[in-house]
């Protein structure tokens, strides 16, 4: 009888010994105290192709005389406005981004002398119809417009909640039966859901460059574009949180 209480003094001491000073065990443990909720997450993709094209076009010019240069800016501009909407682009969709006056000065002489004036107006232009973005670059050209930028693409907001809707049904789909079979496993009971939110991502093609402060307007109509908008994704994560019973 000795020999086992001696033992079993023996080992507890060892047990004490080893937890104070042997080395630590690794331990993943995953609790959840009584009344807190299971929180579940799902996620779900999905392919969209733009639907819209973002063109900037700009007019920009220099003189002596600041109501010169504005009216020949601003005949232009209005002549560029023009046979846009002749090209079926609505005038929501032609977006003046920024008009500025800069004078230019002489810093040559002991008192710095105005010179002249730089006149500058861009305009962001949506483009629904992608067969036509060859010839709003052509009719920016002819229309004065000496800097262009390059076509970006994009959803437009109907197409994107649309999209966007889909996947999240498909995420909270995801989210229930995980919580369902995470339920079952361990022998529980689900409850109704207390809580719901969403992040949502996306990825968006690279924009592609044109040409920039354009010397003169084209004397012939360039070889059109092969322009694709290829496709971009959108991602929504859906978390749900479950009472347990």
């Known amino acids: 009888m000795k020999n086992i209480y001696g033992f079993i003094f023996l080992f507890f001491l060892l047990l004490f010994a080893y937890s104070k000073w042997g080395p630590s065990i690794p331990f993943s443990v995953l609790s959840q105290q009584k009344g807190e909720p299971m ?3 799902g996620e779900a993709k999905v392919a969209v192709t733009p639907d819209i094209a973002k063109v900037t076009f700009g007019i920009e010019e220099t003189g002596t005389s600041l109501k010169q240069v504005q009216e020949s800016v601003n005949k232009k501009s ?3 406005t023009d046979e846009l909407e002749k090209l079926g682009i609505k005038e929501k969709d032609i977006k003046t981004t920024n ?3 800069y004078p230019e000065s002489d810093y040559q002489t002991p008192l710095p002398k105005i010179t002249g004036y730089r006149v500058s107006i861009s305009y962001e232009v949506t483009i629904r119809n992608f ?3 060859n010839d709003a670059l ?3 050209t002819n229309s004065g417009a000496n800097v262009v930028g390059g076509v970006n693409f994009d959803i437009s907001e109907d197409v994107k909640e649309e999209k966007l809707d889909e996947a999240r049904a498909e995420a909270s789909a995801k989210a229930k039966r995980k919580a369902e079979g995470l339920a079952k496993a361990a022998g529980v009971t689900l409850g109704k859901i207390i809580n719901i939110s969403e ?6 093609p690279i924009p592609i460059a044109l040409m920039e402060k354009a010397g003169s307007p084209m004397a012939e ?3 059109p574009a092969d322009i694709k908008p290829g496709e971009t994704e959108l991602s929504v994560t859906v978390s749900l949180s479950f009472e347990i019973r």
């Open 221 to 223: 109509e360039p070889t």
């Open 131 to 133: 067969d036509k973005i």
């Open 138 to 140: 052509i009719i920016a």
């Open 199 to 204: 992040s949502t991502g996306g990825d968006f």
């Open 39 to 41: 929180i579940v997450t």
């Open 99 to 101: 008009y500025s006056i």
């Open 78 to 80: 209005n002549k560029l």
